[in-house]
């Protein structure tokens, strides 16, 4: 008998998804100058969020990871209702991980993964959480973790004791554990975000995760990033479980500006990363 999710009738239709990242660099409703933020964020003008509206029309993603964003009002300048509906993670940063669901795609919300947030409890700055959720459409249902991890130990040995590695290398044990609890219960997932890591199929932090799962697919891996001119990924899309047989083979896309790069400011540092998955 098939009780696990994502194991599915053979007369259900496919129903396919469009699963994308987005780094959107400091995206708040506060003015520039807010002491809330740092002081060179100089904050998003009305048309440059037209212009990421524009963009997210064209990404025409099914869910969206998002990162660096504030508030529930920002996100929607960019997915707006009834279209999107978007959920945040209550963390007290302003750069929250979240999710914008494009309907007719619902969304479950799991306990967050507040083990992200290895920092000291009396620490001026926390770390950001995990947003947890499973999303639905009819029968096929998804498990996805939104998440954006400690930068500086871009492709250091995990062993490094300096560059933020022993930080991310907390961080990766909570991982391992949230993709073994994943594998006992046999669900279909995604764990995507901003990794501040240049994973590759040979990377240390990116074999421990697969190890503890079994085996998981770095859509990614091999490939180098169009975004601003040209460079390694560090946001990526991994997929665990039944969601690897899922994905449609040459699918990975990367939403590049049309801007020179005096824009990117205004825009983000970080383009649109994405694949199509068909859940059968």
């Not at 209550?90 to 929250?96: A, I, L």
């Not at 494009?102 to 992200?116: A, D, I, Q, S, Y």
């Not at 620490?123 to 959720?133: E, I, K, M, N, T």
Request: aromatic content about 6%; some cysteine; overall charge negative.
């Amino acid at each position: 008998m098939c009780v696990a999710l994502g194991c599915f009738p053979a007369h259900v239709d496919a129903v396919p998804l469009k699963l994308a990242t987005w780094n959107l660099a400091w995206l708040t409703s506060r003015a520039a100058g807010d002491p809330a933020l740092p002081p060179d964020v100089i904050g998003h003008s009305e048309a440059d969020l037209s212009r990421l509206q524009a963009y997210a029309r064209r990404l025409d993603a099914d869910i969206v990871g998002i990162e660096e964003v504030d508030d529930v009002k920002a996100a929607q300048r960019l997915f707006p209702t009834p279209l999107y509906s978007v959920v945040l993670t209550d963390d007290d940063v302003v750069q929250k991980v979240g999710l914008a669901i494009k309907r007719p795609w619902t969304v479950t919300r799991n306990p967050t993964l507040r083990e992200l947030d290895v920092s000291d409890k009396a620490a001026a700055h926390h770390l950001r959480s995990g947003l947890d959720v499973t999303v639905h459409n009819g029968p096929h249902a998804l498990r996805v973790l939104v998440v954006h991890l400690k930068t500086g130990c871009w492709d250091d040995p995990l062993g490094e004791r300096g560059h933020s590695c022993p930080i991310l290398r907390q961080q990766l044990a909570v991982l391992d554990n949230w993709v073994l609890e994943r594998q006992d219960e046999g669900e279909p997932f995604a764990i995507i975000g901003d990794f501040n890591r240049r994973m590759t199929s040979g990377d240390p932090f990116y074999q421990s995760l697969a190890q503890q799962g079994g085996a998981l697919t770095l859509t990614t891996a091999g490939l180098a990033s169009p975004c601003w001119g040209g460079e390694y990924f560090i946001d990526h899309i991994l997929l665990g479980n039944q969601a690897r047989q899922w994905l449609d083979t040459g699918s990975l896309r990367v939403l590049t500006y049309q801007e020179p790069a005096t824009e990117k400011p205004h825009l983000s540092d970080h383009c649109p990363v994405s694949v199509t998955l068909t859940p059968r």
